[in-house]
């Protein structure tokens, strides 16, 4: 479950150091992006996964007669568990946003509601990194710095 609210401003609850080091990070092709919102976490038959934003698929209320509720999960086939069953017209639109390397098709998709969305993108071009789910935005900005803030753009925070 997450911790806040739909916030109006992502920015407000990442802590001051590291929103330095995201703005550093924004200077070049690719500037980081943090988004609140819902999205679908899909699993491969080869068990890879990858994250689809609602903005991007929508997300209906129900699916099968089934709400989609936080942590709902939706299968393409019957998995024997508690998931419901996830139509192939959906499953196919889901894996046209399967990520390049991501191999095979769509088994399942968790629903995921409240979670700040990341990724580094590159403004008016189609460059971009995938997408990443996270419960806090702090998490989300921590993440990116993890992963692509180069050495001269991280900010030491133990000094503050």
Excluded: K
Aim: with cysteine; hydrophobic share 30%; aromatic share 6%.
């Amino acid at each position: 479950m997450p911790n806040e609210t739909n916030p109006a401003d992502v920015r407000s609850l990442i802590a001051p150091a590291d929103l330095r080091t995201l703005d550093r990070m924004g200077r070049g092709h690719m500037v980081p992006v943090i988004d609140y919102g819902d999205c679908w976490e899909c699993e491969t038959t080869r068990g890879e996964g990858f994250t689809v934003p609602a903005d991007v698929q929508y997300i209906p209320a129900q699916i099968g007669g089934v709400e989609t509720a936080d942590g709902a999960t939706f299968s393409v086939e019957d998995e024997g568990d508690d998931s419901a069953t996830l139509p192939q017209s959906v499953a196919r639109s889901l894996a046209d946003y399967m990520p390049e390397g991501c191999s095979g098709e769509v088994r399942s998709a968790t629903i995921r509601r409240g979670v700040y969305l990341c990724r580094m993108s590159a403004p008016g071009y189609m460059d971009c990194t995938d997408w990443e789910a996270h419960d806090t935005a702090q998490s989300a900005a921590d993440s990116l710095i993890e992963s692509y803030a180069l050495e001269d753009e991280a900010e030491d925070t133990d000094t503050e």
